[in-house]
């Protein structure tokens, strides 16, 4: 049986003040993890999560981060290592979706999309490597369906996270054996709040469980491969079926 405990180890959670990110960073928590929360620009929601997970108990600490900014991997990593002295999960949650219609794409949605989804995480890992090597930890990267499926309003958004689904893939082979290098791709989970309740339908319809994803679907994924030490470079689609629907 895989021992989901993590005590005494240190949880660094990218985009962890809210939705996905959020729901990782508390099953981790649940389950022990000191909690390293990066941010950005969501410095409320951050401080109502902090205050909730420290009501039960979790250790957390908040990191500020701007990720479309070159330096600010490496500046987190050295400020959650002064903070906690190491690193043994890293999850790249931190992401952007815009919807990018072919002829209205622009300079700066594409290098916004792909310096937040793929950029920053790479460098986030090559940043942590000393450490995980050290603790003998793992990444846990979150991709996405898009990455395997065609959608033509999204297709710089479903190329950055291609490119994270190989990153994860090379990675794992150039890490190990000291690091562990897995991701999970989700599907529908977590609805945008401008969607109509006719489009959230159609996907329920088209999903073979019949339901929109829980945030908490995808923090019991990570949680898996967090713990899972025979697992590298394997990619979790959790998507309630539609990969198969077909």
Same mark, same amino acid.
């Given at each position: 049986? *895989?021992?989901?405990?993590?005590?005494?180890?240190?949880?660094?959670?990218?985009?962890?003040?809210?939705?996905?990110?959020?729901? *990782?960073?508390?099953?981790?928590?649940?389950?022990?993890?000191?909690?390293?929360?990066?941010?950005?620009?969501?410095?409320?929601?951050?401080?109502?999560?902090?205050?909730?997970?420290?009501?039960?108990?979790?250790? #957390? +600490?908040?990191?500020?981060?701007?990720?479309?900014?070159?330096?600010?991997?490496?500046?987190?990593?050295?400020?959650?290592?002064?903070?906690?002295?190491?690193?043994?999960?890293?999850?790249?949650?931190?992401?952007?979706?815009?919807?990018?219609? *072919?002829?209205?794409?622009?300079?700066?949605?594409?290098?916004?999309?792909? +310096? *937040?989804?793929?950029?920053?995480?790479?460098?986030?890992?090559?940043?942590?490597?000393?450490?995980?090597?050290?603790?003998?930890?793992?990444?846990?990267?979150?991709?996405?369906?898009?990455?395997?499926?065609?959608?033509?309003?999204?297709?710089?958004?479903?190329?950055?996270?291609?490119?994270?689904?190989?990153?994860?893939?090379?990675?794992?082979?150039?890490?190990?054996?000291?690091?562990?290098?897995?991701?999970?791709?989700?599907? +529908?989970?977590?609805?945008?709040?401008?969607?109509?309740?006719?489009?959230?339908?159609?996907?329920?319809?088209?999903?073979?469980?019949?339901?929109?994803?829980? +945030?908490?679907?995808?923090?019991?994924?990570?949680?898996?491969?967090?713990?899972?030490?025979?697992? #590298?470079?394997?990619?979790?689609?959790?998507?309630?079926?539609?990969s198969v629907r077909k």
């Amino acid at each position: 049986m *895989i021992d989901t405990r993590f005590n005494g180890k240190v949880a660094l959670v990218t985009g962890g003040a809210h939705r996905v990110g959020k729901a *990782i960073a508390h099953e981790l928590g649940a389950r022990g993890a000191t909690l390293a929360l990066h941010y950005n620009s969501s410095k409320d929601e951050l401080d109502r999560t902090v205050a909730e997970f420290q009501a039960e108990n979790i250790k #957390t +600490a908040s990191f500020h981060g701007d990720l479309t900014q070159i330096l600010t991997p490496d500046r987190i990593v050295h400020e959650v290592m002064a903070e906690f002295g190491r690193i043994d999960i890293l999850v790249n949650s931190a992401a952007v979706m815009m919807r990018t219609p *072919i002829g209205e794409v622009t300079v700066e949605e594409w290098d916004t999309m792909f +310096a *937040i989804n793929t950029r920053a995480p790479f460098f986030l890992v090559q940043s942590c490597r000393e450490a995980l090597k050290v603790s003998k930890g793992c990444v846990v990267n979150i991709a996405d369906i898009a990455a395997f499926e065609s959608w033509p309003a999204y297709v710089p958004h479903s190329m950055t996270k291609a490119a994270v689904v190989q990153m994860t893939r090379s990675l794992a082979k150039a890490l190990a054996p000291e690091i562990r290098v897995n991701a999970v791709a989700p599907g +529908a989970v977590m609805m945008p709040e401008s969607w109509d309740d006719g489009s959230k339908q159609r996907i329920v319809d088209s999903t073979p469980l019949k339901r929109i994803g829980d +945030a908490f679907d995808v923090a019991e994924a990570v949680v898996y491969l967090a713990a899972a030490q025979y697992v #590298t470079g394997e990619v979790l689609v959790v998507d309630g079926g539609r990969s198969v629907r077909k």
